[in-house]
């Protein structure tokens, strides 16, 4: 079975500053892994995946990932915060072996805020 | 492209009543996704569907949680009796098979009081 782990429930920045988010997983293969946003009040939207290839993967917004399988880690990262990054961040990882369609398994997200 | 569609955007109900919720994946995509969200279990997956077969139910809660999908276009949640333990955000999302992208409604806030 794979598992997801976001330490922490909440982390706080000031605007301009560098955003790190964790995310380890547990998979007994090499997983796809994935980032998802929520804004307030809306749905789950992708920031950005990781399949195959290039371990550091960009995504929207200015984020990045970097999928590193000694240290079962996809860390999200952004040089400089911005207000309207205020938003949870879910980690997810799916099976490849389960081809599409297959269901992700989300962390339990973290919240981010950002101090002006 | 409208998104995934869900209605309604906000129930509330008393304790025992049906409640059915409704969601419309984009088109093309063949695949659907029924989850719930509360503060203290997170964001939990019930079910999914591929070319509106029913795949994974092992995350419905109970018999009183159902789902069904009678074409590509539409499915609905269904919970009878409710309980005040069903109240949580409850989202729809589609994929077309592009190993997860899933596309996520609005989502509907459940309150059973």
């Known amino acids: 079975a794979q598992s997801v782990t976001q330490l922490g429930s909440h982390v706080s920045v000031s605007e301009g500053a560098l955003v790190l988010l964790r995310c380890n997983y547990s998979s007994s293969v090499p997983p796809y892994l994935f980032w998802y946003v929520q804004y307030p009040n809306q749905g789950l939207q992708l920031l950005l995946k990781y399949t195959t290839g290039a371990t550091l993967v960009k995504g929207i917004n200015g984020f990045e990932a970097e999928f590193k399988k000694s240290e079962t880690s996809f860390h999200l990262t952004k040089p400089s915060a911005h207000m309207s990054d205020a938003a949870e961040y879910f980690c997810?990882?799916?099976?490849?072996?389960?081809?599409?369609?297959?269901?992700?398994?989300f962390g339990k997200g973290i919240t981010l805020s950002v101090r002006p | 492209d409208a998104g995934v569609i869900q209605s309604p955007r906000h129930e509330v109900t008393e304790m025992g009543q049906e409640v059915t919720l409704r969601c419309k994946p984009i088109s093309g995509h063949n695949s659907l996704f029924w989850y719930r969200q509360t503060m203290m279990r997170g964001l939990e997956l019930l079910i999914y569907?591929?070319?509106?077969?029913?795949?994974?139910d092992s995350g419905m809660p109970e018999d009183r949680f159902s789902a069904k999908m009678p074409n590509a276009s539409f499915s609905t949640l269904k919970i009878q009796p409710s309980e005040p333990r069903d109240s949580a955000v409850y989202f729809c999302?589609?994929?077309?098979?592009?190993?997860?992208?899933?596309?996520f409604g609005p989502g509907t806030r459940l309150t059973v009081l």
């Open positions: 569907f591929n070319n509106n077969v029913p795949i994974d």
């Open positions: 999302a589609s994929e077309r098979g592009s190993y997860n992208e899933q596309f």
């Open positions: 997810a990882v799916s099976d490849p072996r389960a081809g599409a369609n297959s269901k992700l398994t």
